[in-house]
Each structure stands twice: as C-alpha cells, then as structure tokens.
C-alpha cells in the first residue's frame, strides 16, 4: 500500500486497516519464526505510512 493509497481512505478505513495490519502482523511474526521472512517489514512500513499520515492530518507535521 502507497501513501497516495492511504490518502483515499478515510478515517475510518484507516482505522480498520491499521487494525487488519496489527492482526496480520502477528501472525507474519509467528510464522517468521518458523520459516523465516520478509512479509513483517513490508507490514511495519505500511503501519508507519498510516500512522504517519494520521500524524500529519492532525497538524503534527507542517504541510507546504
């Protein structure tokens, strides 16, 4: 998922798909254990873009 993706969904689909991530997440971590895998950093970098954006949204970043 792109930034420019992120900046579609409103708030509330941000909030499910951060939540779906989280859950995701997990299960990625556990099964990274056993095998091995790069699918948790891809997540994590999705979970950072949306709570980037969040961020930036409420004014905690400057906008130009």
Do not use: C, D, P
Request: proline share 0%; no cysteine.
């Amino acid at each position: 998922m792109k930034f420019k993706e992120v900046q579609k969904l409103n708030k509330q689909e941000r909030e499910n798909k951060l939540k779906e991530l989280k859950m995701e997440l997990l299960k990625s971590k556990t099964a990274a254990s056993k095998t091995g895998g790069a699918k948790t950093k891809q997540i994590k970098k999705i979970i950072a873009r949306i709570h980037t954006f969040n961020t930036s949204e409420k004014g905690g970043l400057n906008n130009k």
